[in-house]
């Protein structure tokens, strides 16, 4: 065993410490509809299923619980929504969010206000192929180097140009090229 190890396991903390610790260095992220499945920073989850199972619905709600506020029982972060089938329903989404904030807030007056200020933290990016799909992803990364991340980053239909690649005689399969 090396010392890092044997010093953590040897380490004397009481287990009210170790939880303070821990939630203050990496906190769980408790999001519906996960919230059997507490996330970390970094995690990856995703979700499998035949194409009428809700998959995006699914998403779209774990994105409202994202942008929502922490005083109407959300999390009050930046998602970025990367859709690669092109079949995303933004209209969909904001009547979600509508009906959120109605239940949340029965007093109407703030509602539009509300609504905007969340809308601002969905980021909403279309991608036709997968160099455009690289493409953002390489933005992003270089925006998070810079501390202008996102939160969250939500991919819908990540396999959807698998089909149109293998067949492309531009990316030839055995060659090594990012």
Known sequence: MTMEVRGWIDGDESGREMLSRLL???PYLH???FQKFPLRVGNVVELVGPSPCAKTHI????AIDCILPKHYGGLGHLVLFIDLDCRFDILRLSQ???NRIFQANKNQSNDEELFVECMRRFLYIRCYDTLEF???LKLQKERQAQGIGVNFLMIDSIGAFHW???ASTSLHLGVDNR
């Open 24 to 26: 203050t260095e990496r």
């Open 31 to 33: 999001i519906p509809p």
């Open 59 to 62: 998403l779209m709600q774990a």
């Open 96 to 98: 979600m969010l509508r």
């Open 134 to 136: 690289l493409a953002t």
């Open 164 to 166: 149109v690649d293998r």
